[in-house]
T-cell receptor, first 113, second 111 residues
Framework: AQSVTQPDIHITVSEGASLELRCNYS??????LFWYVQSPGQGLQLLLK??????LVQGIKGFEAEFKRSQSSFNLRKPSVHWSDAAEYFC???????????FGTGTRLKVLA | DGGITQSPKYLFRKEGQNVTLSCEQN?????MYWYRQDPGQGLRLIYY???????QKGDIAEGYSVSREKKESFPLTVTSAQKNPTAFYLC??????????FGDGTRLSIL
């Protein structure tokens, strides 16, 4: 069955430190992969997406993610975290050519001043 | 600007009452979705619709109903059969294989 796992429920980092949020997926072929961010009481905003090609993708707000087929992972990274990055982050997978998507349970990021 | 509009932002339901959450999009997307969000459980799919006058149940459809009479609109009714309706409800739209776009959500509470 298709699934998305975000192993870390909460992560706390200091402002200016680097960040890596983990995402693992289970799917028979190469899926479409997404990272979204959600501020409290708001909807989800797309950070970046991977469809094919270069396995390192750049997104908005200085985020990037790397697709590793051998590890079935799509981890999100940022070299220097800002206090405004505190939010909840969701990884999602969407099999190509379909309308249905699967979301991870999210990772809540706290940033210490 | 194109986007998705959910209303109301906050909604209260009395026991035995049905309530309807509105979702409108002007992105010309074929598909629309309703998700329920509870703390620590991520997003769970309630219903989705790929075309007008057609929709499919998601993982937690019991106690909910939808309609898709227009491409732009996908209202969700939370019926009295849904015994635990308190949650944050998100509407999204999209096309096959592309990222979904989300509204700002409706928070439903029980009076």
């Amino acid at each position: 069955a298709q699934s998305v796992t975000q192993p870390d429920i909460h992560i706390t980092v200091s402002e200016g430190a680097s960040l890596e949020l983990r995402c693992n997926y289970s799917y028979g072929a190469t899926p479409y992969l997404f990272w979204y961010v959600q501020s409290p009481g708001q909807g989800l905003q797309l950070l970046l997406k991977y469809f094919s090609g270069d396995t390192l993708v750049q997104g908005i707000k200085g985020f990037e993610a790397e697709f590793k087929r051998s590890q079935s992972s799509f981890n999100l990274r940022k070299p220097s975290v800002h206090w405004s990055d505190a939010a909840e982050y969701f990884c999602a997978v969407g099999p190509s050519g379909t309308y249905k998507y699967i979301f991870g349970t999210g990772t809540r990021l706290k940033v210490l001043a | 600007d194109g986007g998705i509009t959910q209303s109301p932002k906050y909604l209260f339901r009395k026991e035995g009452q049905n309530v309807t959450l509105s979702c409108e999009q002007n992105l010309n997307h074929d598909a629309m979705y309703w998700y329920r969000q509870d703390p620590g459980q991520g997003l769970r799919l309630i219903y989705y619709s790929q075309i007008v006058n057609d929709f499919q149940k998601g993982d937690i459809a019991e106690g909910y109903s939808v309609s898709r009479e227009k491409k732009e609109s996908f209202p969700l009714t939370v019926t009295s059969a849904q015994k635990n309706p308190t949650a944050f409800y998100l509407c999204a739209s999209g096309t096959a294989g592309k990222p979904q776009h989300f509204g700002d959500g409706t928070r439903l509470s029980i009076l």
